[in-house]
């Protein structure tokens, strides 16, 4: 079974920028359409970018077209996502997901088998 590592995170003051990945222990990350979610405290998880393999399709969230960029590194097992101007509103957990079926319209949290444990990524002056 895939476990999902994640890793970055952390402070970034309003208007910066933020890099978190997630890499794929136990199979290759060519295997799934890799997702990005994320949680506010006292909100239900939210979609964030997707991205499919083969054919690397990507999609966003209404709110993050233009600012995320999700990418993958298949060479190192490793999704990448991207954060440019960054708001207080974009404070969450940041979750990585792992599905075995493809599609970029997957993009509820009910579709994706895998899960990381989260990362925290907080914007803040």
């Known amino acids: 079974q895939v476990q999902l590592v994640e890793s970055g995170g952390g402070l970034v003051q309003p208007g910066g920028s933020l890099n978190v990945s997630c890499t794929t222990v136990g199979d290759y990350v060519t295997s799934y359409t890799m997702a990005w979610f994320r949680q506010a405290p006292g909100k239900e998880r939210e979609f964030v970018a997707v991205?499919?393999?083969?054919?690397?399709?990507?999609g966003y969230a209404d709110s993050m077209k233009g600012r995320f960029t999700i990418s993958r590194d298949n060479d190192k097992n490793t999704v990448y996502l991207r954060m440019n101007f960054l708001r207080p509103e974009d404070t969450a957990v940041y979750y990585c997901a792992a599905s075995s079926r493809w599609g970029t319209s997957r993009r509820t949290p009910s579709e994706y088998k895998f899960w990381g444990r989260g990362t925290q990524v907080t914007v803040s002056s």
């Open positions: 991205s499919t393999w083969p054919g690397g399709s990507t």
